[in-house]
């Protein structure tokens, strides 16, 4: 169905987490309209650290500079470009301020480890927004196309509808528009628990130096063990330590229902909890976790490994980020890979809109081929992030005799996220388009 009578191409995106936010500038940067719909009232995320991995900042760099300078105004350095795996289970010693973690190998960025706080980045990302493209407190119910006009028509839980040419799910893991294209039922794509669950939380670096010594608190440290593993990010900008724990957990996760709010994904926990999962590690460890707040959280970790979607796009709706391939942490990419997702979608758009017309057909060509850039190397993400859990968490080898070949492993894989040539995707992608939408 062609649409002359159209002036330009109208995108919905659902859901302003770190992957709509950043296609939003993304696509201003590039002319094309859009209009975020998020069901907060304002733009809000945790004041938890994040690493972005070189290949994100470079996407994100390629969708517009100011997202990149949106991360490296509020990021830090973390312990130059080192991040190291060292032994927290069999530790030498019983005062961490002395006691030896064994180092087992280290990864080495290039650029240095940067990290910020969720909150200082979205902060900064959303002032290159202008408000007339946000509606806030649009909570949405589904998506379905329409017959007649071809358009997409978004419903909302306030009752409103609206219609637009292009819908991008960027609604995070428990989607309403991954609910649309392809059902809810137990058989249905979803997330689902991955059996590891995690305690984390800021803490001041000075309480971090006094329990644990200066070395220890500046550097990116994997401390690995068996059936769970502590990640320290030191956060200078911010005088904190950023501390992770996960444990690997052999229940289940209580079952969400249909309409439960997301927060079901995280449950009260006390401290005693937490620091009983890790009794039989070394003090370091211990010690890292007694530093967490008395009243905690515990995360369940969720991921599509199991269920996951067979394409990206459907027609004119879309999935990107977390709502497409939502991935456990532990390659410290999933926000990242969404910026990759933003960058392909800001591209395939910008070449939307700046056709005299545009029908269904060239709508739907241009997603499909979002998705084949796409679906290979986020799902490989899902993958690799679950077996790199278990190389932390000495699954199955002799960790220590095999210390080198696990480390080979990770560093390969790590390389695999990091070296990914961003230009070569967009080319790729600017190609595929040509020849489809002839
Ligand atoms: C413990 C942990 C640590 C992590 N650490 C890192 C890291 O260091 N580096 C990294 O790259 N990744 C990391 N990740 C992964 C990263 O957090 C996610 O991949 C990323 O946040 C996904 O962003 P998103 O925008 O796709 O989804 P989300 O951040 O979930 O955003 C979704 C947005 O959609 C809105 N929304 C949801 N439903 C609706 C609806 N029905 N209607 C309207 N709006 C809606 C939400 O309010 C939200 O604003 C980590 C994940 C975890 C669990």
């Known amino acids: 169905m062609t649409r002359p009578d159209k002036k330009s191409l109208e995108v919905a995106i659902v859901g302003g987490g770190t992957t709509g936010l950043a296609l939003a500038v993304g696509l201003l940067k590039r002319n094309v309209n859009f209009t975020i719909y998020e069901r907060a009232e304002k733009f809000e995320e945790l004041g938890v650290g994040i690493i972005f991995t070189p290949n994100a900042e470079r996407a994100m760099e390629a969708l517009d500079p100011r997202v990149l300078q949106s991360f490296t105004n509020v990021a830090t350095h973390a312990s130059g470009g080192t991040f190291s795996f060292v032994d927290g289970f069999g530790e030498r010693g019983e005062d961490p301020q002395s006691s030896v973690e064994d180092f087992l190998f280290e990864l080495h960025v290039e650029e240095g480890y940067k990290a910020c706080r969720r909150c200082d980045f979205v902060d900064q990302v959303v002032q290159h927004i202008p408000e007339e493209n946000v509606r806030f407190g649009k909570w949405l119910e589904s998506v379905e196309t329409d017959d007649n006009s071809g358009r997409a028509i978004l419903t909302f839980q306030d009752g409103e509808r609206v219609e637009a040419d292009v819908v991008i799910g960027c609604d995070g893991i428990r989607s309403r528009v991954r609910g649309s294209m392809f059902g809810t039922g137990p058989s249905s794509p979803r997330a689902q628990y991955s059996h590891q669950l995690g305690f984390r939380g800021m803490v001041p670096l000075e309480k971090a130096i006094t329990a644990l010594g200066p070395e220890k608190s500046a550097s990116v440290l994997m401390h690995t063990g068996p059936g769970a593993f502590v990640l320290t990010v030191p956060l200078a900008g911010v005088n904190a330590m950023h501390i992770e724990a996960f444990v690997l957990d052999k229940n289940e996760w209580p079952e969400f229902k249909a309409d439960s709010d997301s927060k079901r994904y995280v449950l009260p926990a006390t401290l005693d909890e937490a620091t009983d999962a890790y009794t039989d590690f070394g003090p370091t460890v211990r010690a890292l ?122 560093i390969a894989r790590s390389h695999k996220l990091w070296d990914y040539d961003i230009d070569a995707m967009v080319t790729d992608t600017l190609q595929m388009l040509e020849k489809r939408l002839v």
């Open 289 to 410: 976790v007694s530093l967490l707040p008395e009243k905690i959280d515990k995360w369940a970790v969720f991921d599509m490994l199991d269920a996951p979607v067979p394409t990206y796009a459907r027609s004119c709706v879309c999935l990107a980020g977390d709502s497409a391939h939502a991935s456990t942490p532990n390659h410290g990419g999933g926000a990242g890979i969404g910026m990759e997702d933003a960058l392909v979608l800001a591209e395939v758009l910008a070449v939307l809109s700046r056709r005299s017309s545009f029908d269904d057909f060239v709508i739907s060509e241009a997603l499909a081929v979002y998705s084949e850039v796409r679906y290979e190397r986020s799902q490989w993400l899902v993958q690799s992030s679950r077996r790199t859990a278990e190389l932390f968490t000495w699954k199955d080898r002799e960790y220590r005799t095999d210390v080198e070949e696990v480390g080979q492993d990770i």
